[in-house]
Structure formats: C-alpha cells, structure tokens
Nanobody
C-alpha cells in the first residue's frame, strides 16, 4: 500500500521559513517523480514544485521561484520543500504527490500524479 505522509506545516509569520517533508512508503521511490501542490481555500489545486526521479531536474511555479527549494533523499524515501520568505499568499494546504514514470521530465499537471498525501496546513500571518 502506497503512503505519502507530509509533515512540517504550521503557523509562521510573514518572512519566515518552513520545511515540509513527505515520507513515501510502499513504492519504489526511484521510479517516481515527486511534486508539491497546494490548495488555498476556495481555489483550485496548483503546482508548486516538482523533481524528477533522479533529482537532477526541478521545476517551480513562478510564484515561488527563488523562495522554495524542492529536494529528495533516496536513502530516506523522502522529498522536501524548503520554503523561505513566506507571505500570506502562500497560505494553503500543501500536498505531496508521486508520479510513476520512466521519463526524466517533471510533470506539473495534478492529473499526471498517481498518489497523493493527506496534506499539511501552512498558514502565514501578516
């Protein structure tokens, strides 16, 4: 059974930082590209960042470029999202997702992803 478990969310002041983690189990981690998405109240789920299977290709939404960094640790079957310079517009539930692929590309479409975590709330106060 595939499980993606996010952690690290919370309440932070504007300008602060958080690091989200997503621990994957029940899958061959190296066969999956990983992504982070977020969904704010009343809005559609949107792509935040993605990383390919080997970790040498990454993609970011324009709104987070230069502030967020995605990485993966094959030994721990974990993907991370380091977030700095947070602002209230970053407030959302953040989801980790896994996409089984043979490609080296990063997918930005939510429909491309096979498995999803339960989400972790990030709230940025002004």
């Amino acid at each position: 059974q595939v499980q993606l478990v996010e952690s690290g969310g919370g309440l932070v002041q504007a300008g602060g930082s958080l690091r989200l983690s997503c621990a994957a189990s029940g899958l061959t981690f190296s066969s999956y590209a990983m992504g982070w998405f977020r969904q704010a109240t009343g809005k559609e789920r949107e792509f935040v960042a993605g990383i390919n299977r080997s970790g040498d290709s990454k993609s970011y939404a324009d709104s987070v470029k230069g502030r967020f960094t995605i990485s993966r640790d094959a030994a721990k079957n974990t993907v991370y999202l380091q977030m700095i310079s947070l602002n209230p517009e970053d407030t959302a539930v953040y989801y980790c997702a896994a996409h089984r692929t043979r490609s080296t590309l990063v997918q930005v479409r939510p429909s491309a992803y096979d498995y999803w975590g339960q989400g972790t709330q990030v709230t940025v106060s002004s």
